[in-house]
């Protein structure tokens, strides 16, 4: 088992839309990001970096390195900022206790990314980096993508957008026609790589869960 979290194929860095991600959580804000009103962020924010199998499976919880805040006290601004939780209720951890968004994401995923990763700061350092390097919100914006409540974007133009930036295909995640998540994929040498599609992914085509015009919803204000 513990020569599984060596042999992983490639790396998903996963985005959340926040108006999505927030919509089935609104009733429990404050505890989480969802209410934070005109300063909510139109922006896309992190989900987790995770080491995946060419044949769309993926390890989890590789080891029993628990998650210390301490460790990224450094980061802690760029993390509250750009990782936000949206999550209503404690998120389990690997040994089943509740934790944070940014423990479960470490513990599940970042443990088993060794040794290209190898430890919880250079998880979250090389996760930030990777989200401020491939600015999948400026991207859009700059291809008029911008967020809106009444207007819906062609599915095509906006995988386009992503690839003419950063030359491989995301993925993208849908939730009742919003997109909910935007994944890009690396090699494990983190140069750009094409996400899976139908053929090398088992549970779900690629972009499958998306129809062919999608939103980008703003946060309504309470
Ligand atoms: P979590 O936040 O618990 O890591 O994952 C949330 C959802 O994202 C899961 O229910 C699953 O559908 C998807 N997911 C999580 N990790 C992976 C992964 O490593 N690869 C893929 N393809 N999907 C994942
Ligand atoms: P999924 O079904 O893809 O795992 O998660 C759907 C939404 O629920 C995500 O936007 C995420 O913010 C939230 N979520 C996923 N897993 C957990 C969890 O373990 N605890 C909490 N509180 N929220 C979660």
Known sequence: AEEKSTDFGYFVLSHLWPATSCRQSRHCCPTNACCRGSNAPTEFTIHGLWPNYNDGTWPACCTKKSFDEKEVSTLL????????????????TCDGSNGSFWAHEWEKHGTCSSPVVWDEYNYFLTTLNLYFKYNVTRILNEEGYVASNTEKYPLGGIISAIQNSFHATPWLVCNHGAIDELRLCFYKDFKPRDCPTESTQNDRVSSGSCPDYVSLPLYVPL
């Open 77 to 92: 601004g760029a993390l509250e900022k750009y990782w936000p939780t949206y999550g209503c209720f404690p998120y389990i």
